[in-house]
């Protein structure tokens, strides 16, 4: 009796011993995930960052801006990629709502039964704007300040197209849209106003695709000049907004026409300086020679 007791003891220590073994390993991996790279802390640079890649990715464009607006407060590492991903993003909403109150208060001028419909999308659509466009025209003022040749752009394109979307011609007609198209429509319009404002950034506002590979050829890096044309352009699209036709007060309208002609004046003459220009002067009621 006494090997095979010698056995069973024999067992028990090896059972015994793989046990000890398997929490020793079980505690250092625990240890180990403790000891890695924390998330950032609430409230820094790093946490709003990481927080606008993530609400980015997910669609929800205003609460991205709220967390860029979070990095711009101050001066840190990620301002530089913050600034041009903040006045991109809120020039393109601008201009998406913009358009979406233009093709509504177009229906509601056809349908003559029922105006009150589409002018209440008129007024959300276009308040909404008006706060986007202040904000850009703020931030501009507080941003816009360009250092070194070029700037860099660190977000994609969003999903969607830089093709007109089509269900506002029937909103323009006179005709309303089911809640769950109106909302369809309503997000694809505002990603068509980012990719518009991303590709106009590049120099190729009329080539969404083109691009959108520049931006990838180049790693994002956009030339000096052709981004303040473009953020001139933004300035002079902003300033639309308060003509007569629409919100209607022309302080604004000029002092935003105004921000864009001055951001003009440095950069080279050409075609597109010169175009801009006129289209300003005229708003501004000023000689075009």
Not at 196 to 220: H, V
Request: with cysteine; net charge positive; aromatic share 8%.
């Amino acid at each position: 009796m006494k090997p095979n007791s010698a056995r069973h003891k024999s067992n028990i220590c090896e059972r015994s011993a793989y046990i000890l073994a398997f929490f020793a390993a079980l505690s250092m991996l625990l240890l180990a995930s403790a000891c890695g790279p924390s998330a950032p802390e609430k409230g820094t640079p790093a946490y709003f960052w990481a927080a606008a890649q993530e609400t980015y990715a997910a669609g929800d464009y205003l609460k991205t801006l709220d967390h860029l607006d979070g990095i711009l407060d101050s001066d840190n590492e990620y301002t530089a990629r913050a600034v041009p991903w903040s006045l991109l993003l809120t020039s393109g909403l601008a201009n998406g709502y913009a358009d979406l109150a233009d093709h509504y208060q177009a229906g509601g001028k056809k349908n003559k039964a029922a105006p009150g419909n589409f002018f209440r999308f008129v007024g959300s659509y276009r308040s909404q704007a008006n706060r986007l466009t202040l904000r850009f025209a703020d931030n501009f003022a507080k941003h816009g300040d360009i250092k070194g040749d070029s700037v860099t752009v660190v977000f994609n394109f969003p999903p969607g197209s830089a093709d007109p979307v089509g269900q506002l011609e029937t909103v323009a007609a006179g005709k309303l849209l089911p809640a769950s198209v109106a909302d369809q429509t309503e997000t694809r319009a505002l990603q068509r106003g980012i990719i518009l404002a991303m590709a106009r950034a590049t120099g190729s506002p009329d080539d969404a695709a083109k691009a959108q590979a520049a931006l990838k050829a180049n790693q994002g890096k956009i030339p000096r000049n052709t981004y303040l044309m473009a953020m001139a352009n933004a300035l002079f699209d902003a300033s639309e907004l308060y003509s007569a036709r629409q919100i209607n007060d022309s302080e604004k309208q000029k002092i935003l026409a105004q921000r864009a002609l001055d951001l003009i004046k440095p950069l080279p003459e050409s075609f597109e300086t010169k175009d801009l220009g006129v289209k300003i002067r005229l708003a501004l009621k000023e000689p075009t020679t």
